[in-house]
């Protein structure tokens, strides 16, 4: 055991070390094992994050189509009912490029009716085209 103080206390240095007997610190592989688990999880992790980010970027492109499409719809309506025609229109919108076609049927459903119909589209991908449409008709009043 070792010297002891008139106190009853041991010395510092004479105490048992705050470890129990046989324990050491954490092995080479124990701290390998810990790093590859939190590897996966840091991936898993920030794969969740770049996929929701590519869906909200998804999802903005096409509120932005949608409503490209929708103002195209109202300036080509509010002409006066014989110059309603096709027309074909290209626009940036960030860092997107944006087709607007509209086109435009007389007779369509009946005389004196006339169906136009609005498309936007726009590259989702390199490789994958993403369109909004909208269709009004317009009588000849």
């Given at each position: 055991?070792?010297?002891?103080?008139?106190?009853?206390?041991?010395?510092?240095?004479?105490?048992?070390?705050?470890?129990?007997?046989?324990?050491?610190?954490?092995?080479?592989?124990?701290?390998?094992?810990?790093?590859?688990?939190?590897?996966?999880?840091?991936?898993?992790?920030?794969?969740?994050?770049?996929?929701?980010?590519?869906?909200?970027?998804?999802?903005?492109?096409?509120?932005?189509?949608?409503?490209?499409?929708?103002?195209?719809?109202?300036?080509?309506?509010?002409?006066?009912?014989?110059?309603?025609?096709?027309?074909?229109?290209?626009?940036?919108?960030?860092?997107?490029?944006?087709?607007?076609?509209?086109?435009?049927?007389?007779?369509?459903?009946?005389?004196?009716?006339?169906?136009?119909?609005c498309t936007v589209t726009w590259n989702a991908t390199p490789t994958a085209e993403r369109s909004a449409s909208l269709v009004t008709m317009v009588y000849d009043n």
């Open positions: 055991m070792g010297p002891i103080h008139h106190d009853g206390t041991q010395p510092a240095h004479a105490r048992s070390p705050a470890k129990p007997c046989g324990q050491r610190g954490a092995s080479l592989i124990e701290i390998m094992v810990a790093t590859v688990i939190l590897s996966f999880v840091a991936i898993g992790t920030a794969e969740f994050f770049v996929r929701g980010r590519t869906g909200f970027d998804q999802e903005e492109r096409k509120r932005v189509g949608t409503l490209l499409a929708q103002e195209a719809l109202e300036r080509t309506v509010a002409l006066p009912y014989p110059q309603i025609d096709a027309w074909l229109e290209q626009r940036t919108v960030g860092t997107v490029d944006y087709t607007i076609a509209v086109t435009s049927q007389m007779n369509v459903p009946e005389p004196d009716i006339k169906t136009v119909r």
